[in-house]
């Protein structure tokens, strides 16, 4: 015997030296032949796994049987045999529990089982994440919600198709007829309820059957069984009224009422949205079923829904600025009778807000037909963007004793903060108490203190203004208090939502020197990117002034549409006030090309001062705005372009980097410069560097001045040229104690040997 078992191993030693993997191969191939042979025993819905599960399930039982009934005759002890037979009562329960008990079950766990493994799953996510997404635009933005009920059909037409037979399709509608005819309460009504509900969870492209099923089980479902049936029939509907109707009822029927009224309102008002559209697939089957239905609701819930589809109706009427009919403003007017229906759901950080003694940049008005006895001040909400006007309607029920019963949004700001804010502020009103309560709108209109960019950099212009006067003259005291008026003035703008670094620009060649931009600001590049793409395109004009006005027209109306945007802003600033110097600078040498008018290059250089003001307002700390705001002043008044220039001095960075990026753009502005245009600006700039720039930055005047012969201490002492070239003012060089310039003077508190001590 040793002999044999001996020689049995080394033929397998032989064998595995010379067939390494046979034995992995020799089980791979004896799993897979016993997995073959259970698929043909077994139901197709059982899985790999599954079948992988039973295998060990009966193998495990089965040597554990034959060693208890081993045992038993062994001991002849009876227990060892009922253990075995134990054993082998809970597989076959448990193989029961895995395998289908008929054909039918079969067929729904297959498909069940390709559901889960295919886009349907996927489906349905999308689904619910859209129609919560549709429920919240769909009182402010009813163009937005019909998009996006548009993706989910989209995405719905994209499907695979679903493997089951005709028979069962055949069932499910003899199970809809029949729920159609019978009452509640009858045989026959119970078993098509039965069906329904069997083929509602995988019949997912039949609309017909998924209407009746999240209709048949309004009264014997939990929440979240009522839930996932509407959810069912709007995406195998998402077009069809009837299927936000079907999905409304849903919401009524909840156990927790209150909390789904709104949603149940919501969904009723896309319903409503997609009739007037032209949108729905009007489907008649789908509306038999909603009005058996409807009539089989209880008295409470029925009323319900008839109230919610009275103020849809009212509320699309207001929407149009038209008077709804009299019964629907009577219906609408009916408290609903439910105890606490108040919208909860609030954001966490207007809790947060309340808490800080912030002051918030805007007053909120109430407008409430019945007087509120306990209104207090409601704050305004810290909101990243500048909206005149906001309009939040609330639909309030009031019960008998004046406490508010039910309230939400009934037509929405656009914004989700002023919406919060407002019920947050109805939610403790008391109104004046009435026998049978009332139902009432009242309007929260919320209004900015605060300015758009355009009108705040209007406002700003006279501060600027005396601000820049003030750094020309070196007023110390002057400069404090303008800063401060400035300051005060900030408070009044915009806030930026982007959270950009100021000094540093969003759009140049050397993006890759800068950290990763945010969201905000890879948009604002891609405008900007986009209008300038575009503008490449434009035809050219007829000579070079045609060109150049064509432009500007266009970047002009681009600029309406991104006020706020500092880089769509500052590009439209230098392209007029590039091309104010390209005109006037050749007006005698081309009159045929150039305009000879001397209003419409007044009105192009008051534009470029305009939309530079509009850059400062929107980032103040750079330099290459404040530079061109100066260059627009150079004829006009020289003072002012020369305190531009010291706030330009000041923003300079150490970072050479920085400021090379700043400037890159706007040196092509500057090479526009000619004759005593030029001379004014490296003079003043010149002058107002040796006074203004920060310790340790360097400049080099081929570079920053277009000076290639001329030092900086040699442009600042000259005479600044007259504004006017027939003017007898006698512009006197820096050294001096006073220097007029343009019929203004301004004082002088340091000779150029004391800039060349201090600098």
Same mark, same amino acid.
């Given at each position: ?244 109707? %079907?999905?409304? #009822? $849903?919401? =009524? ?7 789904? /009224?709104?949603? !149940?309102?919501?969904? *009723? ?102 007087? %509120?006895?306990? #209104? $207090?001040? =409601? ?7 500048? /909206?005149?006007? !906001?309009?939040?309607? *609330? ?365």
């Amino acid at each position: 015997m040793k002999k044999r078992i001996k020689l049995i191993l080394i033929i397998i030693g032989v064998i595995t030296l010379l067939f390494p993997f046979w034995l992995p191969a020799f089980l791979v191939s004896t799993f897979s032949l016993i997995d073959s042979f259970n698929s043909k025993i077994l139901p197709s819905s059982v899985r790999f796994d599954e079948r992988n599960f039973l295998l060990g399930l009966w193998l495990g039982s089965l040597i554990m049987t034959i060693v208890m009934l081993l045992q038993s005759w062994r001991a002849k002890n009876i227990y060892y045999l009922c253990g075995g037979g134990l054993v082998l009562l809970m597989a076959l329960s448990v193989s029961l529990s895995v395998i289908p008990t008929n054909e039918l079950e079969d067929r729904r766990r297959f498909v069940l089982q390709n559901i889960e493994q295919s886009e349907w799953q996927n489906y349905h996510y999308f689904v619910v994440n859209s129609e919560n997404e549709i429920r919240n635009v769909i009182r402010s933005n009813q163009p937005k919600a019909l998009a996006s009920i548009s993706a989910i059909e989209k995405v719905r037409i994209a499907l695979p198709g679903l493997d089951y037979f005709s028979d069962d399709v055949i069932e499910a509608t003899k199970a809809k007829e029949a729920y159609l005819v019978y009452t509640k309460g009858t045989t026959e009504r119970a078993e098509a309820v039965k069906t329904l509900n069997f083929y509602g969870d995988w019949l997912l492209n039949q609309p017909d059957i998924m209407v009746a099923q999240a209709l048949a089980s309004l009264s014997n479902s939990n929440d979240a069984q009522l839930t996932q049936s509407g959810i069912n029939v709007i995406a195998v509907a998402p077009l069809s009224p009837e299927a936000w109707q %079907v999905l409304s #009822l $849903t919401y =009524i029927a909840h156990r927790s009422l209150d909390a789904q /009224i709104e949603k !149940a309102m919501l969904a *009723l008002m896309v319903a409503d949205t997609l009739k007037q559209a032209n949108q729905g697939h009007n489907d008649i089957s789908a509306q038999q079923l909603l009005e058996k239905a409807i009539s089989e609701l209880t008295e409470n819930q029925r009323q319900i829904y008839q109230i919610l589809q009275a103020r849809v109706i009212e509320d699309r009427f207001y929407r149009q600025n038209s008077t709804p009919p009299e019964e629907v403003t009577k219906l609408a007017n009916q408290r609903l009778p439910v105890s606490n229906a108040i919208n909860n759901d609030l954001t966490t950080y207007l809790e947060m807000q309340s808490m800080m003694g912030k002051e918030y940049p805007g007053e909120v008005i109430v407008e409430s037909p019945n007087e %509120v006895k306990n #209104l $207090t001040e =409601i704050r305004y909400p810290t909101i990243r963007k500048y /909206i005149p006007r !906001a309009d939040v309607i *609330l639909s309030v029920d009031v019960d008998p004793q004046g406490r508010i019963s039910g309230l939400w949004v009934q037509n929405s700001s656009g914004v989700d903060a002023f919406d919060d804010q407002a019920v947050k502020a109805a939610r403790h009103w008391r109104f004046m108490p009435n026998k049978d309560g009332y139902r009432q709108r009242v309007t929260v209109r919320f209004e900015s203190t605060r300015l758009g960019w355009k009108e705040y950099a209007v406002k700003q212009q006279s501060t600027l203004i005396k601000l820049v006067k003030a750094y020309a003259r070196q007023d110390a005291k002057g400069i404090t208090l303008t800063e401060n008026a400035y300051t005060e003035l900030k408070k009044q703008a915009p806030e930026l939502d982007d959270g950009r670094e100021a000094t540093r620009s969003s759009y140049d060649p050397y993006s890759s020197y800068y950290p990763r931009l945010s969201q905000q600001q890879q948009e604002k590049r891609a405008a900007l990117q986009a209008i300038l793409k575009e503008l490449q395109t434009l035809p050219n004009g007829k000579n070079n002034h045609e060109s150049w006005d064509n432009s500007i027209r266009f970047l002009n109306e681009k600029l309406a549409l991104h006020q706020d945007n500092a880089d769509i802003v500052r590009t439209v600033a230098r392209f007029e006030l590039q091309y104010y110097n390209v005109g006037t600078n050749n007006l005698a040498n081309s009159p045929k090309i150039y305009p000879q008018e001397k209003k419409y290059w007044q009105t192009l250089l008051l534009n470029a001062r305009t939309h530079f003001e509009q850059a400062i307002a929107l980032e103040p700390d750079r330099e290459d705005v404040w530079l061109g705001w100066g260059i627009t002043w150079l004829d006009e008044d020289p003072e002012i372009a020369a305190g531009a220039f010291a706030k330009a001095s000041q923003q300079k960075s150490k970072e050479s980097v920085g400021s090379l990026m700043q400037m890159l753009e706007m040196r092509m502005v500057i090479h526009t410069l000619e004759g005593a245009r030029l001379d004014r600006y490296q003079t003043l700039r010149a002058r107002m560097d040796m006074r203004y720039l920060p310790e340790g930055i360097e400049v080099k005047p081929s570079d920053d001045y277009l000076s290639d012969d001329l030092t900086q201490i040699q442009l600042a002492q000259r005479v600044i040229p007259a504004s006017d070239p027939n003017s007898k003012v006698i512009r006197k060089p820096l050294n001096n104690k006073v220097v007029e310039q343009s019929n203004r003077t301004f004082s002088t508190d340091e000779s150029p040997n004391d800039f060349g001590k201090n600098h």
